[in-house]
């Protein structure tokens, strides 16, 4: 697991387009290196304006959520774009492709099916469909994640971030950063000018969102049924004891230091 730090010995020399105050920091400690628990791509298609298409590559280990990789273009959805999509989710192990079905009405998901066959890419595809508040839905999914610090980006992407689109004078380049967008989100209609890369990055932190929000419930689930099944051992081997635990209201649970029944038990024939 990583340990958050915000001291000096953990700030980063590396260009910030956020509020006032703000810095990159990297982990205060992290620990042993373990495989990916699970790697997605998430999809923010556009048509062929100013907006631009983005894939953001998402892995989760122990809670945290790790920026892998981004890729974004105003090309659309062309065959280029989405062969490049595919090429970087081959690359990063991304086995769920993760696509906003409100543009295009599925279509982008079966040219995507489509070029994956044509290039051996073994990936599950699904669509998504927003039905809040594009801002609203954005904020409710990413503020937790950050508040507790389980958001973590490569460090070659802040500086990725902060040159693409160089070709465009810094007015324009500027709402088009990730980190633009992300810190200058807010609840009010068209809070950004553009959302593209925070819309894509909130779509894959929402499914993961959900799928930690389920085994959860299902690691609670199983917590509470090998403490039923402790009680009832403990019934068969110490009964008085287990009764006493009982009445108290103690736990059962696999972590609690349960006494021995040292108990002499006589009765007359």
């Known amino acids: 697991d990583l340990v958050w730090g915000a001291d000096k010995e953990t700030l980063?020399?590396?260009?910030?387009?956020?509020?006032?105050?703000d810095r990159w920091h990297r982990p205060k400690a992290t620990g042993e290196f373990i495989p990916w628990n699970e790697t997605i791509t998430a999809v923010d298609p556009s048509g062929r304006g100013k907006d631009e298409t983005v894939s953001i590559i998402l892995s989760q280990i122990n809670g945290f959520i790790y920026i892998r990789d981004i890729y974004a273009t105003q090309d659309g959805?062309?065959?280029?774009?989405?062969?490049?999509?595919?090429?970087?989710?081959?690359q990063f192990g991304s086995k769920t492709c993760l696509i906003e079905s409100n543009f295009g009405d599925g279509a982008i998901m079966e040219l995507l099916k489509k070029h994956a066959i044509e290039m051996k890419v073994g990936m599950n595809f699904e669509e998504t469909r927003a039905t809040t508040r594009k801002e609203d839905r954005i904020i409710d999914t990413l503020e937790p994640?950050?508040?507790?610090?389980?958001?973590?980006?490569?460090?070659?992407?802040?500086?990725?971030?902060?040159?693409?689109?160089n070709d465009m004078a810094p007015e324009e380049r500027?709402?088009?950063?990730?980190?633009?967008?992300?810190?200058r989100?807010?609840?009010?209609?068209?809070?950004?000018?553009?959302?593209?890369?925070?819309?894509?990055?909130?779509?894959?932190?929402?499914?993961?969102?959900?799928?930690?929000?389920i085994s959860s419930k299902e690691a609670l689930i199983q917590e509470k049924r090998q403490e039923w099944d402790r009680m009832i051992t403990m019934f068969f081997d110490q009964p008085?004891?287990?009764?006493?635990?009982?009445?108290?209201g103690k736990s059962f649970a696999n972590d609690t230091e349960i006494p021995v029944d040292t108990t002499v038990y006589s009765w007359i024939p």
């Open 174 to 183: 500027l709402p088009r950063m990730l980190m633009y967008q992300l810190t």
């Open 185 to 213: 989100m807010c609840r009010e209609k068209g809070a950004v000018k553009h959302d593209d890369r925070v819309d894509a990055l909130a779509l894959g932190v929402k499914y993961f969102q959900d799928i930690l929000a």
């Open 145 to 165: 994640v950050l508040n507790q610090h389980r958001l973590v980006i490569d460090q070659r992407l802040i500086t990725w971030d902060y040159q693409s689109n």
């Open 77 to 90: 959805y062309s065959d280029a774009t989405l062969r490049e999509i595919l090429r970087r989710s081959r």
């Open 240 to 248: 008085v004891l287990a009764t006493d635990m009982l009445v108290a």
């Open 12 to 21: 980063l020399d590396l260009p910030a387009v956020a509020l006032p105050g």
